[in-house]
T-cell receptor, first 112, second 114 residues
Framework: SAVISQKPSRDICQRGTSLTIQCQVD?????MFWYRQQPGQSLTLIAT?????????ESGFVIDKFPISRPNLTFSTLTVSNMSPEDSSIYLC?????????FGPGTRLLVL | AQSVTQLGSHVSVSEGALVLLRCNYS??????LFWYVQYPNQGLQLLLK??????LVKGINGFEAEFKKSETSFHLTKPSAHMSDAAEYFC????????????FGAGTRLFVKA
């Protein structure tokens, strides 16, 4: 399976600022996903990022708040914009290989 | 529409006891089913998956799960719990018709008592 890394692994940010999370995969993949996991909760899909096209956002998530880039088949970024304490979560990048999703280690974000 | 229900947000077992984590799914087409484990401060790791081959699936760390179509279940078991099994476990479902979009259950936290 693909090996996925994320940077940063954790961060503490002030409200009103933005944070960009990077996701790097060791092989070329078509479909990449960004998830949010709020404290004590399950995973919620934010968006699907395919190379060469605009990201597809799930209900409740908008591009202005969570802009995504997908410049090539091994890399993607998610920006959390104008952060508030409610954005404190783990953000997970994942890739799809056939029918299975594989996950990165996550980025733990705390917004004060 | 697909859905996953994990019965029990918390399960506590003694070390050496049987682990049973329950998962029921809803899908209008033959599903793909998954169990993931999340250790503290880590991402999700695939434990095992069912993709329409053998109904009894063996995974890593001694875990296995059985796909029961008649019961729409995919329960996760391990004969003897270890302290290191303490983690959050997620059941998930996807299908080819849905472009393999994966739906996750709410998760079950497993506690292992010494």
């Amino acid at each position: 399976s693909a090996v996925i890394s994320q940077k940063p692994s954790r961060d503490i940010c002030q409200r009103g600022t933005s944070l960009t999370i990077q996701c790097q995969v060791d092989s070329q993949v078509t479909m990449m996903f960004w998830y949010r996991q709020q404290p004590g909760q399950s995973l919620t899909l934010i968006a699907t990022a395919n190379q060469g096209s605009e990201a597809t956002y799930e209900s409740g998530f908008v591009i202005d708040k969570f802009p995504i880039s997908r410049p090539n088949l091994t890399f993607s970024t998610l920006t959390v914009s104008n952060m508030s304490p409610e954005d404190s979560s783990i953000y997970l990048c994942s890739v799809q290989e056939q029918e299975t999703q594989y996950f990165g280690p996550g980025t733990r974000l705390l917004v004060l | 529409a697909q859905s996953v229900t994990q019965l029990g947000s918390h399960v506590s077992v003694s070390e050496g006891a049987l682990v049973l984590l329950r998962c029921n799914y809803s899908s209008s087409v033959p599903p793909y089913l998954f169990w993931y484990v999340q250790y503290p401060n880590q991402g999700l790791q695939l434990l095992l998956k069912y993709t329409s081959a053998a109904t009894l699936v063996k995974g890593i760390n001694g875990f296995e799960a059985e796909f029961k179509k008649s019961e729409t279940s995919f329960h996760l078991t391990k004969p003897s719990a270890h302290m290191s099994d303490a983690a959050e476990y997620f059941c998930a479902v996807s299908d080819r018709n849905g472009g393999f979009k994966t739906i996750f259950g709410a998760g079950t936290r497993l506690f292992v008592k010494a």
